[in-house]
């Protein structure tokens, strides 16, 4: 019953994402790239179709997947050490350096803001405070979900006032 839940409120967030172009959930930004051009082309019905008939299937195979597969994980994650965690760090970097294109500086310089925001909070293994300035509300960290969604939705706001008052040079 919590994984239907967990799952209606994932489709839930695709609703937006298909209509107008603002992701409700973080695992519907993808949904909004193909989504939202079916929605402006007048296939808004099938749009939602398919993403509740993939959000079946995908919340099915991943109960499958959670129920089979967690026990062996789990030894897997007990073994990751400092040797992996350098691992994983090249390997956000190359992918950083890969993703870049032309504009490495741009890349780089996303890359440490992505960073220094997740800097914020206390830190998991001395328990200390980190830029929080003094806030309480900063003690628990930046929320990532409600910042990139907040980032779509100003956006696809500002493009469409920009499409309907047009300014005149």
Do not use: C, W
């Not at 993403?51 to 995908?58: D, I, Q, R």
């Not at 967690?70 to 970097?93: C, N, Q, S, T």
Request: zero cysteines.
């Amino acid at each position: 019953m919590l994984a239907a839940i967990y799952y209606g409120a994932m489709y839930g967030g695709s609703t937006t994402a298909i209509l107008v172009n603002i992701p409700g959930e973080l695992s519907s930004v993808v949904t909004t790239i193909d989504g939202y051009q079916m929605a402006r082309q007048g296939r808004a019905g099938p749009a939602l179709a398919i993403a509740a008939l993939s959000s079946f299937v995908a919340g099915t195979l991943g109960i499958l997947g959670l129920t089979f597969f967690a026990p062996p994980l789990a030894e897997v994650a007990l073994k990751i050490g400092p040797p992996e965690y350098f691992g994983l760090v090249v390997l956000a970097l190359s992918v950083v350096v890969s993703l870049s294109g032309k504009s490495l500086l741009k890349g780089f310089a996303s890359a440490a803001l992505g960073a220094l925001v997740a800097l914020i909070g206390i830190d998991p293994t001395s328990g200390q405070k980190r830029f929080t300035l003094g806030n309480t509300e900063l003690v628990g960290g930046v929320d990532f979900i409600a910042v990139i969604i907040g980032l779509f939705a100003i956006a696809e706001v500002l493009r469409k006032y920009r499409t309907s008052h047009p300014i005149d040079l």
